[in-house]
């Protein structure tokens, strides 16, 4: 079987997975490729994300590793199911590939954590906004900008699944007083803000300014759980790229970052509350009405 010469994210977080199991396991890539009847240098690819392993072989190998945990099995058993094909393959070649692979990443989110410092999410984002950020970056690039507003847009469908996922943000008080999008779009970006919060399964908190304790994290970071922490990617955003973050120690140092940043924020936003009252939905309120002023 010809090797892979691209490698998308979900391949890579296979055969990461894999190896680490492996590791625990105590095995040396040829004892673990003698389970399943192949040499250790083909493992070894497998491990590396340039070829793929079979389902039947896949059991027998998680059996050797001693794995037990039954929604775990099935959910590494998808991870490397997958042909990857979604609805972002319409988009191959007219955006990154980082892009596609951050759309992919979210299709098998079941929990979704977001902190971000001086933006909007990206899944709460209006496409007036959205073209803002965009603008300077597209404007003599190789990427068409309608196309990836568009893109960004068509990302924000997997909020109306309402049953089966959940999604926690938590943004800082700078990213909503920023009025580079124009006065009249951040208006409305606001208050597209308090309308999502209404659905069941969004949660918007706001870190204000006025926070008396450290937040643990300054920079912006994304953590994707499929319903297995232990499958869980982080996303985080470095200069010039983004970076995946996939080892148990990150995981759980993330999880508990947004768990501190989510105690650190104001209470989250509740329709329900008086204006005047102290958390999310009364700073959103107040922020709109300064630009309506």
């Known amino acids: 079987m010809a090797l892979r010469t691209q490698i998308s994210e979900r391949q890579r977080r296979f055969g ?28 070894s690819h497998i491990e590396a994300a340039r070829t793929a392993l079979d389902p039947e072989r896949l059991s027998v190998l998680l059996q050797g590793y001693g794995c ?16 990857g094909k979604g609805w972002w ?8 590939d980082l892009s596609l692979d951050l759309a992919e990443l979210e299709d098998r ?8 410092t001086l933006y909007v999410p990206g899944l709460l984002q209006l496409p007036e906004y959205a073209e803002a950020i965009y603008k300077d970056a597209y404007r003599n690039g190789h990427w068409d900008l309608a196309t990836a507003i568009q893109f960004r847009m068509d ?13 926690r943000f938590v943004i800082h008080e700078a990213a909503l007083r920023m009025l580079f999008p124009g006065v009249e779009v951040m208006r409305a970006q606001l208050d597209h803000l308090l309308n999502m919060a209404e659905r069941p399964n969004v949660t918007i908190q706001v870190l204000p ?21 232990d499958l ?14 996939s080892d148990p120690e ?33 700073i959103l309120q107040h922020l709109l009405y300064t630009l309506q002023t």
């Open 155 to 167: 990302r924000q469908r997997i909020l109306e699944n309402e049953e089966q996922r959940q999604f």
């Open 109 to 116: 989110t079941v929990t979704l954590r977001n902190f971000e």
């Open 250 to 282: 990150s995981i759980a140092a993330y999880e508990w970052k947004f768990q501190q940043l989510s105690e650190i924020a104001l209470p989250a936003v509740d329709v329900a509350a008086s204006a005047n009252s102290r958390n999310s939905w009364g």
């Open 209 to 229: 300014f006025t926070a008396t304790r450290k937040p643990p994290q300054s920079g912006p970071f994304v953590l994707c759980d499929p319903g297995c922490l």
């Open 68 to 83: 037990t945990d039954e929604t775990y099995i099935a959910l590494l058993h998808a991870l490397g199911a997958s042909n």
């Open 89 to 96: 393959s319409t988009y191959k070649g007219r955006v990154p």
């Open 232 to 245: 869980a990617t982080i996303l985080l955003d470095v200069p010039g790229r983004a970076e995946h973050q």
């Open 16 to 43: 990461a997975e894999l190896r680490r199991l492996r590791e625990a396991a105590g095995l040396a890539v040829k004892d673990a490729g003698a389970l399943i009847g192949i040499a250790g240098p083909q493992l």
